[in-house]
């Protein structure tokens, strides 16, 4: 599976734009971006994954690249809640298994 | 939506015991579940993929013996941590994935063996 390279951490004020990037620059034609996140002490949390085109959900935003080597993950107005850690994952879209990497932990701050 | 329960939420066991933890798939039959294993400040680590009427399979390093899993339904998975001792203390989650949705999880089980 590709690799996926993400900053450590980030912080964002509340009511802001949160733009989470991710690095996958190895990724190949069948394997889909996926997003999800960690809230302390809580099972991981599927946001939104996708393969080539922009993604929309009523959490989050995906935006691809042309090329698929990044992505970003877009929470529009981020509150004190969507304080977590960020996992982007890349995987074959009909392989079940994820496998995590060291996330990016978003503080959104007041 | 899809949702994966997970019981206990905590268990405190004395080494040298027996410890299992459930796994349901509430709205959805699902044939193959994970079991993922997470210690402090670090991520998840998959353990072992849960087949339904078969075998599970082990990630390399995992003992299979200490770490049992049963996946007797199409929608229960349980591992079974035998002979707990206080290394084994760690957040236990388990996964799940219907017909065309992406994996869920379960919302993880604190294992604290003193």
């Known amino acids: 599976d590709a690799k996926t390279t993400q900053p450590t951490s980030m912080d964002c004020a509340e009511g802001r734009a949160a733009n989470l990037p991710c690095n996958h620059s190895?990724?190949?034609?069948?394997?889909?971006v996926y997003w999800y996140r960690q809230i302390h002490s809580q099972g991981p949390q599927y946001i939104i994954h996708?393969?080539?085109n922009n993604e929309t959900n009523e959490m989050a935003s995906l935006i691809i690249t042309e090329d698929r080597k990044s992505s970003t993950l877009i929470l529009p107005h981020a509150t004190l809640r969507d304080t977590a850690v960020y996992y982007c994952?890349?995987?074959?879209?009909?392989?079940?298994?994820?496998?995590f990497g060291a996330g990016t932990r978003l503080t959104v701050k007041p | 939506g899809a949702v994966v329960s997970q019981h206990p939420s905590r268990v405190i066991c004395k080494s040298g015991t027996s410890v299992k933890i459930e796994c349901r798939s509430l709205?959805?039959?699902?044939?193959?579940m994970f079991w993922y294993r997470q210690f402090p400040k670090q991520s998840l680590m998959l353990m072992a993929t849960?087949?339904?009427?078969?075998?599970?399979?082990?990630e390399q390093g995992v003992e299979k013996d200490k770490f049992l899993i049963n996946h007797a339904s199409l929608t229960l998975s349980t591992l079974t941590v035998t002979s707990a001792h206080p290394e084994d203390s760690s957040f236990y989650i388990c996964?799940?994935?219907?017909?065309?949705?992406?994996?869920?999880f379960g919302n993880g089980t604190r294992l604290t063996v003193t």
């Open positions: 996964s799940a994935r219907g017909l065309s949705s992406p994996l869920h």
């Open positions: 190895t990724i190949s034609g069948n394997e889909y």
């Open positions: 996708g393969l080539k």
């Open positions: 994952i890349v995987r074959v879209g009909d392989n079940n298994d994820m496998r």
């Open positions: 709205d959805f039959q699902a044939t193959t």
């Open positions: 849960s087949n339904e009427g078969s075998k599970a399979t082990y």
